[in-house]
């Protein structure tokens, strides 16, 4: 029941931080700093990803009329006016091709050097500065993006050019924990002049091809060996962040129509250097 309980922590944790650009892998690392699953190192460096399954079907559902690319209602650029074209909705394709560019920079990388940038960088004092790096960025950018206009104002103005430059920057959230996926490539988004809910909306998108694929990958290298307790916890803690996710996705959707993204900023920073005075002093 305690592992359970802990599980649940877990997905909430991960519902929370996946989607608000404060790092999911970040604050999973700290919170296993705190809260220790009792299982083995291979299963948790396993579940601290594919926990994100669960996330992942919340942006489907919220977002399944924007994202599948088939049926003859609501679509605005049928591939034909009859057969089966009729049912095909280019302009969503185009938005998936858009997406894989972006994936692109971030899933070479992942697939050659996963295990060597977790060795490397999935530690407490490489996360806090990413957390705080990455903070001071968001605040200078909206800073400099506050009174400009937007060159890109909806996810079909997002060009192949637009769409690999953000894959770039979603490239240094695959490399180095702390940074948040979702944070990066907001970040890239504002600097080349996507607007805020734009950006936004196109990372949640993102996040669907990066988390699933990640997650393969961790089963892949795991195996499907898990005890019973192990299948419970897996399953617990994607259930709760499936939950949680809903919300969250809701809440920073609405949010951000009237708010900028300087109180992350500002909240990564102070949590940085929460985290290296703690690890300074031997807490962590």
Same mark, same amino acid.
């Given at each position: ?115 060597? &940038?977790?060795?490397? @960088? ?10 705080? *790096? #990455? !903070?001071?960025?968001? =605040? $200078? ?105 809903? &919300?969250?996705?809701? @809440? ?10 300087? *109180? #992350? !900023?500002?909240?990564? =920073? $102070? ?14």
């Amino acid at each position: 029941m305690l592992e359970i309980l802990k599980a649940i922590l877990f997905g909430i944790v991960e519902g929370i931080t996946e989607w608000l650009p404060i790092s999911s892998t970040g604050h999973m690392i700290l919170l296993d700093e705190i809260v220790k699953l009792d299982v083995s190192e291979e299963f948790y460096s396993m579940f601290q990803v594919v926990i994100q399954l669960g996330a992942i079907l919340a942006v489907v559902l919220i977002f399944w009329n924007k994202i599948w690319p088939f049926g003859k209602k609501d679509n605005k650029a049928p591939l034909s006016q009859s057969g089966i074209g009729a049912w095909i909705k280019t302009d969503i394709f185009v938005l998936w091709f858009h997406i894989l560019v972006s994936c692109v920079p971030a899933a070479i990388v992942g697939v050659l050097w996963d295990d060597l &940038f977790e060795e490397l @960088f999935y530690n407490p004092t490489c996360v806090a500065l990413a957390l705080i *790096v #990455f !903070g001071v960025a968001f =605040i $200078v950018v909206e800073t400099m993006h506050t009174g400009k206009n937007s060159k890109i104002n909806s996810v079909a103005d997002i060009t192949y050019t637009t769409a690999f430059l953000i894959g770039m920057f979603q490239l240094i959230a695959a490399i180095f924990p702390g940074t948040s996926r979702s944070g990066a490539t907001i970040v890239g988004a504002l600097i080349i002049g996507v607007a805020r809910t734009v950006a936004a909306e196109y990372t949640f998108y993102l996040a669907i091809p990066v988390m699933l694929g990640a997650s393969l990958l961790k089963i892949a290298k795991f195996g499907l060996s898990f005890t019973a307790m192990e299948a419970v916890i897996l399953l617990v803690g994607m259930v709760v962040a499936f939950v949680v996710s809903m &919300f969250v996705i809701k @809440f920073l959707m609405d949010y951000i129509k009237k708010h900028d993204f300087k *109180v #992350f !900023g500002w909240y990564r =920073i $102070v949590l940085g250097i929460i985290v290296l005075i703690c690890g300074f002093v031997g807490l962590i």
